[in-house]
């Protein structure tokens, strides 16, 4: 019997690299909004310290009513670009998300054409087995048919030299 062929392999190779690429671009998307997460708590921990420095001055009274403002408006600067960072996140969260959903579905397909090999290959194995069976069956018959002609023949043999 021939060796087992998947007559879809071709298309579920197709689909491995399609699957592999599509995981590329969403690792990548994911990264780099991760790394946009971080950036965003590295700025509200600076914003936060920020305060707490201008709180720590403004207690012991040591800062100018000129610097007061200064500081106020250092610290809604780093407010903005707290916002900035933070939507820029969300931003980069939501597309990897939407890179992710081809991902899924070409792995879906990969898994089911998967599913499909297996099935056939069951199936071929099934068949093999059959097939090696039918075949000692075949050779059992006919060595059975051969053990019986040998001793009629036999039979013959020894009955015609006794005669």
């Known amino acids: 019997m021939a060796a087992f062929r998947f007559r879809f392999q071709r298309v579920l190779r197709v689909r491995e690299i399609e699957e592999h690429v599509a995981l590329g671009r969403y690792a990548e998307a ?32 040591a800062l100018a009513p000129r610097s007061v403002i200064a500081a106020h408006v250092a610290l809604d600067q780093a407010q903005a670009r707290l916002l900035q960072a933070h939507e820029r996140s969300r931003t980069l969260s939501y597309q990897a998300q939407q890179l992710r959903a081809p991902w899924e579905d070409l792995r879906r397909a990969r898994r089911g054409l998967e599913a499909l090999r297996t099935k ?35 039979g013959k043999w020894t009955q015609g030299g006794t005669s």
Do not use: F, N
């Not at 790394?35 to 009274?61: K, P």
């Not at 056939?120 to 002609?149: C, F, K, N, P």
């Open 120 to 154: 056939h290959q069951a199936a071929y194995a099934t068949e093999v087995e059959r097939s090696d069976g039918e075949l000692l069956d075949e050779i059992a018959s006919e060595r059975s048919r051969r053990m019986e002609s040998w001793a009629s023949q036999r």
């Open 30 to 61: 994911a990264g780099a909004a991760r790394a946009a997460e971080q950036r965003a708590q590295a700025q509200s921990q600076a914003r936060t310290a920020q305060q707490a420095e201008l709180t720590r001055l403004l207690a012991t009274g």
